[in-house]
């Protein structure tokens, strides 16, 4: 929408409104008598797309200016310390084929250490709690067995659908005018094999089958692999040799804060972009901190919080339409801590599948060197969406009660607990990225990457390689910092 009806909104919602709205105005008064430079490229965003854009248009002399809404860089990746331990309460993991990310933490030389995943995986369903290697592909369950079948043919399928133009595969109508629970639904017929199901996807997307369309999903699928190496539903969910295989030493926003401590003065925080417009030649970004004016622009926040900035000239119908059907995931991160991992002296790797919830996927978080313990518990897709309504203490006393089912009564009582709801936080609105309904990706696909005059977008859920992952978002603001580039 343009400024004028901003305006008139605004006023029409009161008098708090009516004084928001004469922050832009205020704004460009100030940045007429600052007379900024002209940047070459504004950056809105601090996470890992926006700072490897501006990283790499660093590198080739431009001028950069990267605008944050948050007090803090790194996005999605969050490293707070609790317990005197540091906890990644938003993306963490490393894996095979994350070619983007591994070399950038080489490079800012941020150490990455192999997952715990030694000893016995606790299965819990139907009030049955059933111990397990943790190194077997499928949880011993006897009303599973149709499970392996969709897994293979999922990876099967979705091996083979392009990454850069999901929507003009053959068979994208079929694929995109179904939901993944349709075809559940098809390729399964036992209860546990849909629970299992159930779970992978609540795991990978946040969402439920009946959520996401199977070509997005099989996309997805596509994308989790390098150039040369084919996508695969199985790395999606593994940790050896899978997308969980390894973390980071102190925390994956380790690397967002390594790269703004390089580009320094570059990166302004607590600065949320209000309005982009496109005016002789120029765009003028107008933030909390003030108006820059930049030859191009790299929008690098997710598809959900860019929809709130004011564009003018507004989007192409085809890329606001996309946006209106563009959601994010519901996930709230949990995390108790204890003086040790106690469950790895019983033979137990942390590792939980349950069908109670609220949290029915855990892992062994603990720090590297072994100094504390850590439970980590995934409370995802509509368990998200009912706990989010609980109170904290309510949703704190549900978790709990789930740990000590499952790893034993001393997880009940953890030294600090920590939780992370996504969903609620602005300038996110969800984890762990974005996914399409039916309909979307047929109906407004080639809209998703493309620019928008002088506008370019970043961030994962625009990745064709690693979509969704932080491998992906780095790849989606070099290859939006190259498009800029080429515009320059």
Not at 148 to 169: F, H, K, T, Y
Not at 407 to 425: D, F, H, L, Q, T
Request: with cysteine; glycine share 12%.
């Amino acid at each position: 929408m343009s400024e004028k009806i901003s305006r008139r909104r605004l006023v029409q919602a009161g008098a708090v409104a009516a004084a928001g709205a004469a922050l832009p105005a205020t704004a460009e008064a100030r940045n007429r008598r600052r007379r900024r430079p002209i940047q070459d490229v504004v950056i809105v965003g601090a996470g890992l797309a926006g700072l490897s854009a501006a990283r790499a248009l660093t590198a080739k002399g431009k001028k950069v200016k990267v605008l944050e809404a948050r007090g803090r860089v790194g996005g999605r990746t969050y490293s707070p310390k609790a317990g005197g331990v540091t906890l990644d309460v938003g993306g963490q993991w490393i894996g095979p084929t994350q070619d983007r990310v591994a070399a950038l933490a080489k490079q800012l030389k941020v150490e990455t250490f192999k997952s715990y995943w030694t000893g016995q995986a606790v299965y819990q369903r139907s009030g049955s709690r059933t111990l397990y290697d943790v190194t077997s592909p499928i949880p011993p369950d006897p009303d599973a067995g149709d499970a392996l079948g969709i897994v293979l043919e999922l990876e099967n399928l979705g091996g083979d659908i392009s990454r850069s133009q999901p929507w003009a595969d053959p068979k994208a109508d079929e694929y995109d005018g179904q939901t993944f629970e349709t075809f559940k639904l098809a390729h399964t017929s036992t209860d546990g094999g849909r629970f299992l199901t159930d779970l992978a996807t609540n795991a990978v997307w946040a969402c439920e089958p009946r959520d996401i369309s199977l070509l997005h999903l099989l996309f997805y699928i596509s994308s989790a692999g390098n150039e040369s190496t084919k996508g695969s539903f199985i790395r999606l969910t593994s940790t050896t040799d899978g997308a969980q295989e390894s973390r980071f030493v102190g925390g994956s926003q380790q690397l967002s804060i390594r790269m703004a401590k390089k580009l320094g003065p570059r990166v302004v925080l607590n600065a949320p972009v209000r309005q982009i417009r496109q005016h002789r030649g120029l765009c003028h970004v107008t933030s909390d901190k003030g108006v820059w004016r930049a030859r191009q622009v790299i929008v690098a926040v997710p598809p959900a919080v860019g929809a709130y900035i004011d564009y003018d000239p507004i989007l192409p119908a085809d890329r606001a339409q996309l946006l209106q059907r563009f959601p994010q995931g519901n996930a709230i991160k949990v995390q108790a801590v204890y003086p040790t991992p106690f469950w790895r002296e019983e033979g137990l790797s942390g590792y939980v599948n349950s069908d109670e919830g609220p949290v029915k996927l855990m892992y062994d978080n603990s720090p590297k060197d072994g100094s504390a313990g850590v439970l980590l518990g995934f409370i995802e897709g509509q368990e998200a969406r009912v706990a989010g309504r609980m109170s904290p203490a309510a949703r704190k006393a549900a978790v709990l009660e789930n740990f000590k089912k499952t790893i034993g009564a001393r997880a009940g009582s953890p030294k600090a607990y920590v939780e992370m709801n996504w969903a609620s936080e602005e300038w996110t609105r969800g984890c762990y990225g974005g996914f399409m309904p039916p309909g979307v990706l047929t109906g407004f696909g080639p809209a998703l990457r493309r620019p928008h005059g002088r506008i370019h977008w970043a961030g994962t859920e625009h990745a064709e390689i690693w979509n969704g992952y932080m491998d992906g978002a780095i790849r989606s603001g070099e290859t939006a910092a190259k498009a800029a580039l080429n515009r320059l």
